[in-house]
Structure formats: structure tokens, C-alpha cells
């Protein structure tokens, strides 16, 4: 009878440990409504497939399960997923999801077309591109564009779906450091989806002067500002302040020959 309630004591112990566990793997972050002009000056294309909202992050959730990680990126639009032929549920959308594994490591280099770096206590050490181009397609441009330091430390998901105002994407665990995702530190940059990119921009859409069918505008000819609609700030809580603290990471100055006085310098956010 002791050794009955022993035993019992601790399979209760062991499955209250796994359950907070379970738990503990995953992470959920919130993000202002409207923000979705970069560093407060950035309209949308003029073509109707550029929806109000679809580039507007609400909400980003990675969770672990089954050997994989999913990862949901709400935005404030149904999707569109009728244009340009692609096959996932959406196709307007370029997301880059920067994970930050290790405190003492990582690089501070934004990506081809991004127009942005991070600081040195942010350094990346992962950055999980969902796209809703073929995977091929997105390995190429990889291979092509990227530097060979940093090519190791980009994964491409095994599947990408869209949904309602959802997008998901599926990775390998094995494809991230082992660790508690809950200590990670994260970034979600929202960009367009270009298939005909500019030769040094990895499948993203131009922010320009002045907006145009498929140009984003209201930043810079020169490409000195960041190309990027929306992040997450602070604390991931979607707080209205939070909206300012995204302005104030994307501000950005330009020398007179088109180049950055001032980059835009990204902060991770972390889970509280």
C-alpha cells in the first residue's frame, strides 16, 4: 500500500513536470494595429491585390510539438490567394522571423533587400524565411544572394500554409539549436513577396519615394531606408506604444549620395 502511493506521488510529479513542459514550449507575442508603415511614413502599392491590413502583424506564436515548430503570423486581412499563381494560401506576404538562440552570439547583417541591421545585444542567430514561393525558389535566391557566413543559419520551412488572417509555417527541430523557446529573443519583419526581385534583394518588394502599382512608397529611391512594413517592439503586448518604439527602431538618415548615414538598427523582443 506505501509503495502503491509512492509510486503514485511520483507519476503524478512526472506528469505535472510534462505538462509544464509542454507548456513551457511555446511563445506568443501581440502587435499594435495600424503600424503597418514602417518607420511611420510608408503607404502600400496602389494595386487592389495589396489589401488594407495585409501587411499589418497582429500577432506571432511559435510553438513546439511532434519534432517540428510552428510558427502563426496573424495579420489584419483576409488573405489574398488568387494572384501571381502561387500554391499556399497567400501570396502577397514575405515574412522573416529572426530568432536569437544564443546570448553570446549571432550576426548583426540584416538580409538582402532589407535595409536594416541589428544591434549587437539582438544579434540573430536564425532567421526562418516564409514565403509563399516554391521552397526551390527561395533556396536559390538563398544560395545566390546571401553571404556564405550567414547562408547556415537561414532555414526555408518544410511547409507553408495560409488561412483566414493566419499564416503558418512548419520547420524541423533539428533545423534550430536545442533549448527552451522561451528564453529566445524574436523578430518578424513583414515584406512583400516579389517575384522579380531586384538583383540584390531577396525576393522583396522595393520601398520607394512614391508609391506605384507594386511599389511601396513614401521612403527613399536610394534604398537607404528600410525596407520593411512592419516589426515587432517592446515587449510584444500590442500595446499603442509599442507603434512609437517601431518608428524609433526604423528611423533611418541618408547621406546625400543615397547611401545610410543612419541604418535602422532592430531589437529582439523577448517573452515576459
Known amino acids: 500500500m506505501k509503495h502503491s502511493w509512492r509510486l503514485a506521488v511520483l507519476v503524478g510529479l512526472a506528469v505535472g513536470l510534462f505538462a509544464a513542459a509542454a507548456v513551457a514550449q511555446e511563445v506568443m507575442f501581440k502587435d499594435p494595429v495600424g503600424d503597418d508603415n514602417g518607420p511611420g511614413t510608408y503607404t502600400y502599392p496602389t494595386d487592389t491585390v495589396y489589401r488594407a491590413g495585409s501587411f499589418d502583424i497582429t500577432s ?13 503570423i496573424g495579420v489584419n486581412s483576409n488573405l489574398e490567394d488568387k494572384c501571381w499563381s502561387m500554391q499556399y494560401g497567400f501570396c502577397v506576404q514575405m515574412v522573416f522571423v529572426f530568432v536569437k538562440t544564443d546570448p553570446a552570439t ?21 532567421c526562418i524565411i516564409v514565403s509563399p514561393q516554391p521552397s526551390t525558389r527561395v533556396k ?22 495560409g488561412a483566414g488572417r493566419t499564416i503558418s509555417a512548419w520547420v524541423d527541430a533539428k533545423d534550430l539549436p536545442a533549448g527552451d523557446i522561451t528564453k529566445w529573443g524574436y523578430q518578424v519583419v513583414m515584406q512583400s513577396n516579389e517575384g522579380f526581385p531586384d538583383k540584390d534583394a531577396l525576393l522583396t518588394r522595393r520601398v520607394n519615394e512614391y508609391e506605384g502599382q507594386h511599389r511601396f ?37 541618408c547621406n546625400p549620395d543615397g547611401t545610410a548615414k543612419k541604418m535602422a538598427t532592430l531589437q529582439m523582443v523577448y517573452k515576459k
Open 106 to 126: 549571432g550576426h548583426t547583417e540584416g538580409l538582402p533587400g532589407l535595409s536594416l541591421q541589428f544591434a549587437q545585444d539582438s544579434a540573430w542567430n536564425k
Open 140 to 161: 536559390s535566391e538563398i544560395d545566390l544572394k546571401v553571404a556564405k557566413a550567414l547562408q547556415g543559419d537561414i532555414v526555408v520551412p518544410d511547409h507553408v500554409r
Open 60 to 72: 506571432f506564436k511559435m510553438k513546439a510539438a511532434g519534432g517540428k515548430y510552428q510558427l502563426d
Open 217 to 253: 512608397g513614401g521612403g527613399n529611391d536610394s534604398h537607404c531606408n528600410p525596407q520593411v512594413m512592419d516589426i515587432l517592439a517592446g515587449n510584444g503586448t500590442g500595446d499603442k506604444a509599442e507603434a512609437d518604439l517601431q518608428h524609433k527602431m526604423l528611423a533611418y538618415e
